[in-house]
């Protein structure tokens, strides 16, 4: 049978101008301590899972990760992916980050930390310790240090004191229990910036101990431990050993100076016998013995400062990294007792520290370093024992913008048996041979794209931290408009628009209407809507409705009007806005010039904890987290015809109070997708819960069931007219839903369970859907299209087109054959458009050809923002590549030159 195809003009765009923040810190949640009673094993041999990654950005963002992997030792392709973020205030930045317990009694009773047994604290530079709401997704409190700008912030082992090193040299420490944030007092003041702090081991409490300040039938296990001791790393070339009893300088240890000049202490840390380790900003890394305070051994291991070091999972490896872009690992190695110690004064074990290893991860300065699972300095007979057949992950960071995440096994760890690499990207896990992974920026909060079309005015709009940028795509070239000239017609662009807008926070979201005249962009507090018209140069002008704020207050009283997502019907007469505090789902008619914006109706199905559909009860994720509960059920015809009546007549309230607290549930919608004929819209928040509406009637149609992995992707069909909307998740998973008839379709359930390995164990977690508006109606005459039912799926490093009727086939890839192969998209020409052939794939009789045409993947476009049909046949694709991003920053401080001695 003769094999079809189809021509695509494919705009490859890479004006937008679009700048990812620099990674400032990361921070992995503590384990529990275990108990000295015996009641939870310290040397238990259970791997317990990947837990959450919490990223901080140089723009005040911080990006709540989680992993992708379907169980503790499954391997997870796509590692972290980010589930929320936090936006940060503007102007603001993260400088560091620490996660504490909310109950360490609860935390040993998880396998994993979960984020509603989770504190969130950040530093900004300033002098505000910043408390984070991590369900809300906004700042709960904030507490004045007291001691000027805080340079460094640590928690003590159990979750009940947190460290700031500050301005003034002074520690204060701060109170954590009962869910409270206190000053709790204030040690001794020392002449020089406190830059870096660390906790020594936590004391066992020994038997007369515990009979005099608790019970031993007390459950209270983090009463089990006391504090001992603290060491802090400063500005005047001093690492000093602080008494947490008394508050005192207990000892001082002097690092190495050059011609009298400071040597600055970025990065201190504390094994579990005591042993002290320190970066310098001369590039030494130094071990000191925690008894005499005196230097064990000193390592000359990068070339420039060190900024920051952590300790691996079992305190046998260290990591550091800085300035000069490498990340070296520090291994302790046993030697025979006849070798003679670095230290005569310090007696210690047989063995020893060697620099085993160093690579270059990045190309610019690393800021952070973290590791899972963390480690925790505990006294030998109570340390952790992790499984040595499963590789810790070691994640960095910096001003390249990316998190590298590289499998860091021991070599001594293979000796035992094969070790597995977690992340998949190679055979070996040892750190110095395994692959790292660098995890893709992407433009917008909780992964979604900052990059937003519209289709019919060809205009394509991209938001920054507090502004946005519009320019326009010239169209096709034809005979009717080959004498209509744009100022930059030899790029196929223009710039129309700029506005920097005044905002309290970053931008959160943003959208354009499909025929131009429309702008919604919010932050977390405020939305803005402004009207666009068109100047005789072709700019834009833009015109703020100032009603609207006023409006969105009449109808959420005591709440802020912001939005955690926007989206404009494709008739350009409905705005559909998603507020940011109580994921509210607001329908809102654009009005006329006559009249202005009005509510049309408020649904509140994201709010409720559960719904009920006559007898039958939809239960959604009972923790905070997701992580418990299970999974709701679809309503019937019948049954959802009721339940939207019963539902809708509760979300018409004004007041919370009209909602009861136990009902209420606190999320974050962070996709929406409205179908092309504009009668359905489905919404997709946090708590991985999925909801659909019915825009012609304004009423709440149906609830998905809550799936494993948080919603990535979102969007209709254009070519079934029926309503079929498709779903990616974070771990490449596809799943396929008919919305008018509520149910998941046979004719897709032979893709949706057989996807092909290949396709799941991409690196990069599919992050958008397109469907060619072409193949709805047939497409124009002559013009290129998709076949029905065919989407075209895409990521930060690819693109795939799927046939949603078709099985995967036996590979689900087409094999490449040498001199056969026809390129899927070919390469652009200088003016950013081409035209080429690509395999549209055969009608779903031809089962044969489409095993082998279905899952056809493209690589050479990365990395990508945003991909989507402006036109019939045409595509646009947004390219940011990161050559492009590092050119702006400054010179790296090495820079390879080959042939040089």
Not at 46 to 72: H, K, M, Y
Not at 198 to 223: L, Y
Not at 360 to 379: E, K
Not at 583 to 597: E, N, Q
Request: proline share 7%; with cysteine.
């Amino acid at each position: 049978m003769a094999e079809s195809s189809s021509t695509l003009a494919v705009h490859r765009c890479r004006f937008v101008d679009f700048a990812p923040s620099a990674v400032t810190a990361l921070c992995f949640p503590p384990l529990p301590l275990p108990s000295i009673k015996g009641k939870k094993a310290a040397n238990s041999q259970t791997f317990p899972g990947f837990g959450p990654l919490v990223v901080g950005r140089a723009n005040g963002n911080i990006e709540l990760c989680e992993w992708t992997g379907s169980g503790p030792r499954s391997q997870a392709p796509q590692a972290w992916v980010v589930r929320k973020t936090l936006v940060g205030p503007y102007p603001s930045k993260v400088e560091s980050l620490a996660l504490t317990f909310r109950s360490p009694r609860k935390a040993a009773q998880e396998e994993i930390p979960s984020w509603s047994n989770l504190r969130l604290f950040s530093a900004g530079g300033g002098s505000e310790l910043v408390e984070w709401d991590i369900e809300k997704g906004c700042i709960k409190r904030t507490l004045s240090s007291q001691g000027g700008p805080i340079w460094s912030i640590s928690p003590n082992a159990a979750s009940t004191i947190l460290a700031l090193g500050c301005e003034d040299g002074s520690v204060r420490l701060l109170s954590l229990l009962y869910d409270q944030l206190t000053h709790l007092r204030r040690l001794d003041r020392v002449k020089s910036r406190i830059l870096s702090i660390a906790w020594g081991p936590p004391v066992p409490r020994t038997k007369n101990a515990q009979k005099a300040g608790v019970d031993s039938d007390s459950d209270d296990d983090e009463d089990e431990w006391s504090e001992s001791w603290l060491v802090t790393g400063g500005s005047d070339s001093s690492i000093r050993k602080l008494d947490f009893a008394s508050g005192r300088v207990l000892e001082r240890m002097g690092t190495d100076k050059v011609r009298g000049e400071r040597t600055l202490v970025w990065a201190v840390g504390v094994l579990g016998d005591g042993t002290i380790v320190s970066g310098d900003s001369m590039g030494n890394v130094k071990f000191w013995d925690p008894k005499t305070c005196t230097q064990l051994q000193s390592f000359q291991g990068h070339a420039a400062d060190v900024l920051c070091l952590t300790i691996g999972s079992d305190g046998t490896a260290v990591y550091t990294s800085g300035v000069d872009q490498k990340v070296t690992q520090f291994s302790y190695v046993k030697t025979s007792r006849s070798e003679t110690n670095p230290s005569p004064l310090a007696p210690r074990t047989s063995g020893r520290w060697v620099q085993t290893s160093s690579r270059r991860l990045h190309s610019h300065d690393v800021r952070a370093l973290a590791i899972w699972p963390p480690y925790t300095p505990l006294p030998p007979a109570h340390q952790r024992h992790f499984p040595a057949d499963v590789a810790p992950v070691l994640a960095s960071g910096g001003l390249d913008m990316s998190v590298v995440v590289t499998p860091a096994a021991l070599p001594t760890a293979t000796l035992a048996g094969k070790v597995m690499n977690p992340l998949a990207t190679s055979t070996t896990a040892t750190f110095e041979d395994a692959y790292h992974r660098r995890l893709a920026y992407t433009s917008g909060p909780a992964s979604s794209s900052a990059v937003h079309l519209a289709k019919k005015a060809r205009l394509l709009m991209c938001t920054r931290d507090a502004g946005l940028t519009v320019w326009r795509i010239a169209a096709k070239n034809s005979e009717e408009d080959a004498d209509w000239e744009a100022p930059n017609t030899q790029d196929g662009w223009e710039r129309v628009l700029d506005m920097d807008l005044n905002v309290q926070t970053n931008i959160v979201a943003g959208a354009i209407s499909d025929d131009g005249n429309w702008i919604a962009v919010a932050d977390w507090h405020e939305t803005k809507l402004f009207q666009l018209n068109e100047q005789k140069n072709g700019d834009l002008k833009p015109r703020r409705i100032r009603t609207f704020q006023s409006m969105l207050q009449s109808q959420l009283p005591g709440t802020s009007s912001g939005a955690s997502s926007l989206l404009f019907t494709p008739d350009s007469s409905k705005l559909v806005l998603a507020t940011s505090t109580t994921a509210t789902v607001l329908i809102i008619d654009l009005g006329s010039a006559d009249s202005p914006p009005r509510i049309l109706r408020k649904f509140e199905q994201h709010r409720l904890r559960e719904g009920v559909v006559n007898d039958r009860v939809i239960k959604g994720r009972t923790g905070p987290s997701g992580s418990a509960g299970g999974d709701v059920s679809m309503a019937t015809e019948d049954q959802a015809e009721d339940a939207a009546a019963s539902s809708d007549s509760d979300s018409d309230s004004d007041s919370d109070s009209d909602i009861e607290a136990s009902k209420r549930v606190r999320t974050t919608i962070t996709r929406m997708a409205v179908s092309a004929d504009g009668q359905w819209l489905a919404t997709a928040d946090d708590r991985r819960r999925t909801h659909v509406f019915n825009l012609d009637a304004v009423q709440h149609h149906c609830a998905l069931p809550s799936f494993p992995r948080a919603v990535h992707a979102l969007a209709f069909d254009a070519s079934a007219p029926g309503g079929t909307l498709v779903l990616g998740f974070a771990d490449n998973a596809l799943e396929v839903y008919d919305v008018e008839a509520r149910q998941f379709p046979r004719w897709a359930r032979a893709l949706v369970h057989g996807l092909p390995q290949r396709f799941t164990r991409l690196h990069d977690p599919v992050l958008g859907v397109a469907f060619d508006p072409g193949a709805r109606a047939g497409g124009e005459e002559g013009a290129a299209q998709l076949p029905p039912r065919t989407a075209l799926l895409w990521g930060a490093t690819w693109l795939c087109k799927v046939n949603l009727a078709e099985r995967a086939g036996p590979d689900g890839f087409e094999k490449r054959r040498r001199g056969k192969r026809k390129a899927a998209f070919p390469a652009p020409s200088a003016n950013g458009r081409v035209e080429g052939q690509v395999d549209a794939g055969g009608p779903e009789g031809q089962q044969g050809q489409g095993q082998q045409r279905n899952f056809k993947l493209v690589t050479h476009y990365r990395p990508l923002l945003f991909v989507d049909f402006i036109a019939p046949g045409e595509l646009v694709v947004v390219e940011r590549p990161l050559v492009d991003v590092l050119a702006k920053l400054p010179p790296a401080y090495f820079k390879p030159k080959y042939g040089a001695t």
